[in-house]
Nanobody, 123 residues
Framework: QVDLVESGGGQAQAGGALRVSCEVS?????MAWFRQSPGKEREGVAS???????DYADSVKGRFAISRDKSNNIVYLQINSLKPEDTAMYYC????????????????????WGQGTQVTVSS
């Protein structure tokens, strides 16, 4: 069993930065951040494996950074150069230990999800 609790969302101005956090209880290998805004499909934005390897959606490369504090079991998502289109509910997710780690929900069975944290960016 894996429990995930997000925090750190909020409101920010375009061009600013925010960091969202995900506190993880239980063993995980593949962790990821997804986002979803009203009327849109859930989109994977960043993933990180236990060995530190990361992957990003093309739409956020260069602006988002995912990291993992193993000692405190926290996964962070740093969002820089905020844009209004970054406005969404951000979810932390974990896949079962032997899963291939991708941002594609059709390939990676993310079984565990947090409750989400809202990020709102104003222009």
């Amino acid at each position: 069993q894996v429990d995930l609790v997000e925090s750190g969302g909020g409101q920010a101005q375009a061009g600013g930065a925010l960091r969202v956090s995900c506190e993880v209880s239980g063993y995980t290998n593949c962790m990821a951040w997804f986002r979803q805004s009203p009327g849109k499909e859930r989109e994977g934005v960043a993933s990180i494996r236990r060995d530190g390897r990361t992957d990003y959606a093309d739409s956020v490369k260069g602006r988002f950074a995912i990291s993992r504090d193993k000692s405190n079991n926290i996964v962070y998502l740093q969002i820089n150069s905020l844009k209004p289109e970054d406005t969404a509910m951000y979810y932390c997710a974990a896949a079962p230990p032997l899963s291939v780690c991708t941002l594609d929900l059709a390939r990676t069975p993310f079984s565990y999800w947090g409750q989400g944290t809202q990020v709102t960016v104003s222009s």
